[in-house]
């Protein structure tokens, strides 16, 4: 219960702060708008789509996914900001959950991630993406649970390392294999075998092919819940480690 509340407590905290200032919500979709606007019509000839929707029914999944990883990677430069300021320091005296602290923040990065997912499905729309209500919700899933890991992971790390200056392209050196091996912005179906292979052992992989798969309507798909699964996992495991680096730094 106590950590029900307290996890609470930093979660409006942190909310007000992002809704102080909500110009970062749309910076961060602003990318995927553009992608999906402007990169997104070339996909039909380019996948053999059978039609303009087809294409982005293939297409707006990874792009979700590729904004839930991306989004949830750099939200440590936020905490390194909190650390210079103190605010980190002054949660010593407080009796607050440390796993709290990890929490709040991280549900925080959740709902931001679902609000700029709800703008970028709303906009498919628009070009004739159809996707069941069931099956948008479980995709809404994957997406907050990719959130909370990535955002967790990039909390520990900005704890371990302390600067921007480390963070930033160490980050970057772990974001680029990712994208380029999960099939984000084409199926990896049209890659080389060899490539495929190594992709397996991306999680990431395994959450856009079930994320494609119930985009496609396809809710009994093994990839969905293989991917829902991993990436649970992964999520529980990235919120302890984070919580473990916390509880260090708060002690």
């Given at each position: 219960?106590?950590?029900?509340?307290?996890?609470?407590?930093?979660?409006?905290?942190?909310?007000?702060?992002?809704?102080?200032?909500?110009?970062?919500?749309?910076?961060?979709?602003?990318?995927?708008?553009?992608?999906?606007?402007?990169?997104?019509?070339?996909?039909?000839?380019?996948?053999?789509?059978?039609?303009?929707?087809?294409?982005?029914?293939?297409?707006?999944?990874?792009?979700?996914?590729?904004?839930?990883?991306?989004?949830?990677?750099?939200?440590?430069?936020?905490?390194?900001?909190?650390?210079r300021a103190g605010v980190i320091e002054r949660s010593r005296v407080t009796p607050v959950s440390r796993l709290a602290l990890l929490l709040g923040?991280?549900?925080?990065?959740?709902?931001?991630?679902?609000?700029?997912?709800?703008?970028?499905?709303?906009?498919?729309?628009?070009?004739?993406?159809?996707?069941?209500?069931?099956?948008?919700?479980?995709?809404?899933?994957?997406?907050?649970?990719?959130?909370?890991?990535?955002?967790?992971?990039?909390?520990?790390?900005?704890?371990?390392?302390?600067s921007e200056d480390a963070l930033a392209p160490l980050m970057n050196t772990v974001a680029q294999p990712v994208l380029l091996l999960s099939g984000?912005?084409?199926?990896?179906?049209?890659?080389?075998?060899?490539?495929?292979?190594?992709?397996?052992?991306?999680?990431?992989?395994?959450?856009?092919?079930?994320?494609?798969?119930?985009?496609?309507?396809?809710?009994?798909?093994?990839?969905?819940?293989?991917?829902l699964g991993i990436i649970a996992v992964l999520a529980a495991a990235g919120v302890v480690w984070a919580a473990r680096q916390f509880a260090r730094?708060?002690?």
């Open positions: 219960m106590k950590l029900a509340r307290d996890t609470w407590l930093i979660f409006q905290r942190q909310l007000q702060l992002l809704l102080r200032n909500p110009v970062w919500v749309f910076v961060g979709v602003f990318q995927p708008v553009m992608y999906l606007l402007l990169f997104a019509p070339l996909l039909k000839p380019a996948l053999n789509a059978p039609t303009q929707a087809a294409a982005y029914k293939i297409f707006v999944p990874g792009l979700l996914v590729l904004l839930a990883i991306f989004g949830g990677l750099f939200q440590g430069f936020g905490l390194i900001a909190e650390l923040r991280s549900l925080r990065d959740v709902v931001s991630l679902i609000v700029q997912a709800v703008i970028i499905t709303l906009l498919a729309l628009l070009f004739d993406l159809r996707v069941s209500l069931v099956d948008l919700l479980l995709a809404y899933l994957m997406l907050a649970l990719i959130a909370l890991m990535t955002s967790a992971v990039s909390y520990g790390i900005a704890l371990k390392v302390k984000i912005l084409l199926p990896l179906t049209f890659a080389p075998g060899w490539l495929q292979g190594i992709a397996e052992w991306n999680p990431f992989s395994w959450a856009v092919d079930g994320t494609r798969a119930l985009f496609a309507g396809e809710l009994g798909d093994d990839k969905v819940w293989q991917g730094s708060v002690r």
